[in-house]
């Protein structure tokens, strides 16, 4: 799997918006906007690491926004969004250089997964990739309250982000707009295209709107608001050891004398809570959404059903309260990677370390746990959700 690290740029000062912080540090039902974004990106399992660009008067407010939440130091932008965007390229450089990099906007709160994973799967065959909408609405140009002229909107599309690029390629045509001082570009996509990169068009997702104006904040406001309900799932499953020297359990690799047996990686515990998630959102089951008869999912880092799962909620404007992971067997003893495996799972669902719980217990010997012919796990999870979604 490639490196693809996300540059979060949030170094701007949103002069179209009032407020007494930046528009990205403003409170958006509970969260700063910036949040938000961050969060989408802490969930998607194929993001190997996360920076922020901020302004340097806003480190304070990037601390408190941001805590709790994994991520690489952040990183002083510049005077426009151009040169922000290519210090934190440059940053990038300066440590391992990842091959893949996404761009994304601060101020886009509702990005999803499954556009990240659109913009990542373009990259396979592009030198980049972005998310783009058609024009629907008829196109004029207007000066002084009239019109001058409507426009052909065949073929006019409205770019959004994340956009993602090959990361040498990019850092090559960043630094050559940022030596030729007579133009200035507004997304990276324009700089690339100016260095004749071929640069690849996804489906954009009309939820993932870009907060610019009052009323942006008060339409997102609205739309996440309202009344709330407490649900309750549960989840169990089992896996029978197979040969092997290590189990994994919640993504932490314990050394045994056996692994487990399963289509994908076989993560009992991650099954179990991902079931947990589904059934209090009553959306199907791991089997329903990742079918054993289909083999991609074949070997598969159970983390990304997990985070398929946390997308759900969060796309649904769902919020995980609590998780409750009990693990049945005799072998391996799990307390000492107790710890490793609650805050594995805090990362990836990008909620506090106090809200997820990992217990384990034995059958005292009775039954196929008692017989350590596998594992059991069962989970419950505990959400927030808007009543009627
Ligand atoms: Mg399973």
């Not at 440590?95 to 396979?124: W, Y």
């Not at 002229?149 to 630094?175: K, M, S, V, W, Y």
């Not at 050559?176 to 570009?185: C, T």
């Not at 990008?350 to 217990?359: E, G, L, M, P």
Request: proline letters at 5%; one cysteine or more.
């Amino acid at each position: 799997m490639p490196q693809t690290v996300a540059l979060i740029v949030a170094a701007g000062r949103g002069s179209r918006m009032p407020g007494e912080s930046p528009k990205q540090y403003q409170d958006l039902c509970g969260r700063t906007i910036l949040r938000h974004a961050l969060e989408a990106f802490v969930i998607h399992p194929d993001i190997t690491d996360i920076r922020a660009v901020i302004h340097p008067e806003d480190a304070n407010r990037y601390v408190a926004a941001t805590r709790g939440l994994t991520l690489a130091p952040p990183v002083i932008g510049g005077k426009t969004r151009q040169e922000s965007v290519h210090n934190g390229l440059a940053a990038l450089a300066s440590g391992t250089a990842p091959e893949q990099v996404l761009i994304h906007d601060s101020a886009r709160p509702f990005v999803s997964l499954a556009l990240i994973d659109r913009v990542i799967g373009a990259l396979s065959t592009a030198d980049g990739a972005i998310p783009t909408l058609p024009v629907n609405d008829t196109v004029k140009r207007a000066a002084e309250g009239r019109i001058a002229a409507t426009l052909d909107r065949e073929g006019l599309h409205l770019a959004q982000t994340p956009q993602g690029f090959c990361f040498p390629a990019l850092l090559e045509a960043h630094n050559r707009a940022a030596a030729d001082r007579s133009v200035s570009y507004t997304d990276d996509a324009s700089i690339a295209e100016a260095a004749g990169l071929h640069v690849a068009a996804v489906d954009g997702d009309v939820a993932n709107i870009k907060i610019t104006h009052v009323d942006d904040m008060s339409r997102a406001a609205a739309w996440l608001r309202g009344e709330r309900e407490t649900r309750v799932g549960s989840g169990f499953d089992v896996h029978a050891f197979g040969p092997g020297d290590a189990v994994r359990l919640c993504g932490v690799d314990i050394p045994h004398d056996r692994a487990l047996d399963g289509h994908s990686d076989a993560d009992v515990a991650l099954h179990a809570l991902t079931d947990a998630i589904l059934g209090a959102l009553g959306d199907g089951d791991i089997g329903s959404h990742f079918p054993p008869s289909d083999l991609q999912w074949r070997g598969k880092d159970s983390m990304h059903f997990l985070a398929h799962a946390a997308d759900l909620l969060r796309t649904r404007n769902g919020a995980l309260v609590h998780a409750d992971l009990t693990i049945i067997c005799e072998h391996p003893n799990i307390g000492p990677h107790r710890e490793a495996m609650c805050t594995r799972v805090a990362e990836a669902l990008a909620v506090d370390r106090n809200r997820i719980s990992v217990k384990a217990t034995t059958t005292e010997g009775l039954g196929f746990t008692g017989r350590a012919e596998g594992i059991a796990a069962q989970a419950s999870a505990t959400i927030s959700i808007k009543v009627g979604r």
